[in-house]
């Protein structure tokens, strides 16, 4: 019964209430406060284009606080080290496994921390590729060819991978793409417009997939 009551408040349709969205502060010394403007811009696309009603002024939570489960959404970024003790991993496994949704946005240089964190988490789960048929590449817009590529770091191909309980994804990783860039105000990385938009609507599917569907 607590995990369905966790569930409703998490996922009910935002067009009756309006949900909030936090930046998720971690320690191990990697820059969790970059890209400052990139959800923000992400809301305000979402609210602006996919009717959500999403809180526009954005939170920052720790990872070991309890105020985690305030936040349906939680948005993680950066580009160096992540720790989390065992109170934090207890932590997020609570908060994921009682509905809530982690997106970790690799900005370049965290994926070998957060693969090794994530295992404190659960050991027991893996990071899979996600399907190019998932909801979450067309629930408002379509990627038929799944994660778009926003900036070349490596020039590697991007990689969208998740985590899932019972058949709900509750944790995404984007690798090599860098969509948090793409959300970033237009002049921090003078992307085409045409870029931006491929980052903002792949944005926007995530977060329709987290709070409408």
């Not at 009910?12 to 949900?19: A, K, L």
């Not at 048929?133 to 969208?160: V, W």
């Amino acid at each position: 019964m607590k995990k369905l009551i966790y569930i409703f408040c998490f996922l009910f349709p935002m067009f009756i209430f309006t949900q909030n969205v936090a930046v998720l502060k971690y320690e191990g010394g990697g820059d969790w406060y970059s890209n400052p403007t990139a959800l923000p811009n992400l809301v305000k696309f979402c609210n602006d284009t996919i009717e959500t009603n999403i809180n526009e002024n954005i939170e920052t939570v720790e990872v070991g606080s309890i105020d985690i489960f305030q936040y349906p959404f939680l948005h993680m970024t950066g580009h160096g080290n992540v720790f989390f003790s065992d109170e934090d991993s207890e932590n997020l496994r609570k908060y994921l496994l009682s509905g809530g949704f982690l997106h970790i946005d690799d900005n370049y240089g965290m994926e070998p921390y957060i693969k090794k964190e994530l295992n404190k988490i659960f050991p027991n789960k893996e990071l899979v590729e996600i399907p190019k048929t998932h909801p979450i590449f067309n629930s408002a817009f379509d990627f038929p060819n799944g994660l778009p590529k926003i900036h070349e770091h490596d020039a590697k191909a991007p990689q969208a991978l998740g985590i899932f309980d019972e058949g709900r994804l509750i944790l995404l990783f984007t690798f090599e793409s860098d969509l948090g860039d793409g959300w970033e105000d237009p002049e921090v990385h003078n992307d085409p417009e045409d870029v931006r938009q491929k980052a903002l609507k792949m944005g926007a599917n995530i977060m329709k997939y987290v709070f409408i569907n």
